[in-house]
């Protein structure tokens, strides 16, 4: 049985669940991240001695220390070659083979029918097809020989070593292949054709059947190309092409995908897992629940702020589910939330940690690869959307509990005055603000003051704020976890608790620091950060039993060092999947960009959607959505961002919208990450579905729904980029902010049916048209007001003579493309300052000529404003478009809040009269 199937048995409709121990809990988050094999004695000691040697590898490859001292130093296509051999090693060691006929039987039926397709791609004569069968077949029977859970059998030893040489193989003949590119040898070929086979092995056993069908299929179409359908049909590829495409060089498995696995993303989950080991994610936990258990539905609140700050550190939505629903979802089923709405609120609080900053999974680093800007302009871009995607899941609990009367509960303490809990907070905000300032001057003063001495001086004063951090939460009791079982009795105070673990935010702000501020590479920021969390976690136990006066110094330190090395092997284990996920990705895109099937698909999307861009986007998210059923969120995303995000680029530009690169690769992300919501196999839905005993299914539909509000931001940023904040300043962005924020409240009140009170049906509708209004004010303005004045094309000079300096001249041009296909699409001009129009459109590089009463490009300079739009001699300009002066879109906002200001009037006399809207009517809201 698959680990996915053994997950979904347990929390099947049919058992009771809500009984489930943690250790169960533990084993479904290792079946899906880390591996459940539980094998004991010398394997198991052996499994973790492999984990704790690829963190150290890693932390070595990342630190600058191989340079100092001139030894050890790899390069990027070595490094991933020993990842991946660790990966692939580790995958047949700790995911046990599922043994399900449908699970089994795509074991022995992948290897066989991608064998007898290479064969069938093979020159018998470079490469005997019977050698290609022969490795297929062996890998199958292996496949088909029985296995256990709890032990390694010994053809899963035999896989593990054959998996790990031919991953490591362009290490091991880094020099040889070096040589002799593109003329692969026999052992290249039998490397080649056994590492890909036992790379899909390797996929099916962490990830499932989804990614190697997919996977699987491009090899086809590789292989296949000539006898596809007529739209998408290549000229194929043989074997030693495919060989070396996909093993031999970083164009397939070891490409990029993979790259950005061995030098970024492993750090970051790495730094996740040490500081939960430290103990961070029980004090986030504890931090969130004593600031807002007490309010209303408080513990559903509390843990969309715990699943925030925990998204901070953890990219898996699983991880997060069980690490803080375990806690919250038993607390949100004491006050009123039933087993679905609680697990329904955890999974959507936890899968949305994936779009928080810093960290943001995997995807954020591939971002940084493929849209080629820098990490700190990714998380620039991505903070908004994220921040308010929270806020407005925060205020759907808050409906949710007004819905069911529900109450926050008991405090132990009474709260002070407002006046003085303002000032408190202004306070704090205000020291907070002051202390920035003196570290990021400081600091300024620091590096050119003491030149080469600075990084220790660093160190030392970073190690004395640490220090004193611990002696100041050395006299607050450790916050613990309660048994959410128990009675609630009372709320952890707030002030003792965050005083507590204060010197948990260090390592963050190094990460951050390094990241924001020096603008390190990713890489290098997240091994300061955990290399300073690697100290804490061996420092902490020893300095608190010191403050407290309790506890043996001497235990303490050897507890921390064994939390340590636990802390670097559950961070090994948990990148096992996705060190195997952007391998088996790097299939999907080498196939892409060998046989070019990206240009073929382009128009296959181009026809589907009638070029019309909304269409295209519906497309892409409907693909990421039945994708993400099966790939985990990187897969997807990596499939989806290199299939569709430059085919939605091309296709704006044709319609007249310059959407950034960076929009469509968040678009594709967010909704990647509905994989893990997604009904009916979204595994968090699943996991939380275990912990609160309720249907995994209903649970599943619950959380797509609280998960609208994720899905409908990325539309509103690809046709809105101020959301992105993209060319805008902090007092425009705060702006941007509070607007876009109150219109996600709107869309949530909306979607949820009550804003005041119960929503009556146009009550609904009105709030999803202000919601609009305010995301989008000038959809209404172009209405009253368009923004563009048509010219005829014969008189294009005088357009261009009266374009506002700084602003483009929209063409709508008429010619054939690449192929000789006629086709029109819209370009924007930006036309140099000069005297006249005519002059504008000669310094723009065009030349036009009337031919038969029609505007004919008649030449265009070479490097030129004009050429790098795309337009080129004998094109045809058809439409021309100037911009003209027009009222602020924001004036749209007046009537909106009119608008709003009723609906918000009529509820509440509705709701203190006490009437509700009829029956038939409340049914339909």
Known sequence: MSEREQAQDRISPDRDTSGLSQAEIDEMVAASDTGSRSAGGFVGRLIAGIALLWSLFQLWFASPIPFTVGFGIFNDTEARSIHLAFAVVLAFLAFPAARTKFQLGLGV???VFIGILFAISADEIAFPTWVILLIAG???????????????????????VAGGYCSAYLFIYYTELADRVGQPIFQDYVAGIAGLLLLLEATRRTLGPALVLVAGFFLVYTVLGPYMPEIIAHKGNNLREIINHHWLTTEGVFGIALGVSTSFVFLFVLFGALLDKAGAGNYFIQVAFSLMGHLRGGPA?????SSAMTGLISGSSIANVV??????????????????KAGAVEVASSVNGQIMPPVMGAAAFLMVEYVGIPYFDVVKHAFLPAVISYIALVYIVHLEACKAGMEGLPRSYEPGPWMRRIVGFVFGVLVVCVLSMIVYYGMGWIRPAFGGSAPYIVFALLTAV???????????????????????THLPLPGPTIKSGLHFILPVIVLIWALMVDRLSPGLSAFWATAFMMFILVTQRPLFAIFRKEGEMGAEFTRGIREL????????RNMIGIGIATATAGIIVGAVSQTGVGSALADVVEVLSGGNLLAILFLTAILSLILGMGLPTTANYIVVSALLAPVIVTLGQENGLIVPLIAVHLFVFYFGIMADVTPPVGLASFAAAAVSGGDPIRTGVVAFFYSLRTAALPFLFIFNTDLLLMDVDWIHGIFIFIVATVAMLLFSAATQGWFLTKNRIWESL???ILAFTFFRPGFWMDMVYPPYAETPPAQIADAAGSVPAGEPLRLRISGTDAVGEKREWVVLLDLPEAATGAERLEAAGLTLVDRDGKTIIDDVAFDSPAAEVGLDWDQEIIRVLSPVETPSKYWMYLPALLLLGAVAWLQRRRAEDGTEPAKSEQQAA
């Open 109 to 111: 039926f992948v290897p």
């Open 565 to 572: 090395i636990d802390g670097l092997i559950a961070g090994a």
């Open 301 to 305: 609140k509390a843990a969309v702020v």
């Open 138 to 160: 062996l890998i199958a029977i292996a496949v088909l020989l029985p296995a256990q859970n709890d032990k390694v059998s010994i053809q899963e030893w035999l896989l593990a």
């Open 766 to 768: 009105v709030l999803l």
């Open 323 to 340: 690490t803080t629903g375990t806690f919250t979802i038993p607390l949100m089923k004491k006050v009123g939330f039933s087993a679905e």
């Open 466 to 488: 640490y220090v004193g951090l611990v002696a100041f939460g050395s006299r607050y009791p450790e916050p613990k976890m309660d048994d959410p079982n128990e009675p609630v």
